[in-house]
């Protein structure tokens, strides 16, 4: 039976903490800057959570599960 291979784009995207939980970019801070306030482009930046219901759907593409 051949090897099971994770998803390229998963593994890409997603980095997996210490704790199990899956950690993941913010969307919209590629272009169209000049509208987008300070305060909101430097949230944008920070590493935020997968939501729990989520989780599941992404272990498996990363073959964690």
């Given at each position: 039976m051949p090897k099971?291979?994770?998803k390229s784009s998963a593994k890409k995207r997603?980095?997996?903490t210490g704790t199990g939980?899956?950690?993941r970019k913010h969307a919209f801070k590629s272009h169209i800057l000049t509208k987008k306030s300070?305060?909101?482009k430097?949230?944008?930046t920070k590493m935020a959570l997968?939501?729990?219901a989520d989780e599941n759907n992404i272990?498996?593409?990363l073959r964690l599960k």
């Open positions: 099971q291979k994770t997603f980095k997996l939980k899956i950690k300070k305060k909101r430097k949230a944008l997968v939501h729990e272990k498996q593409m």
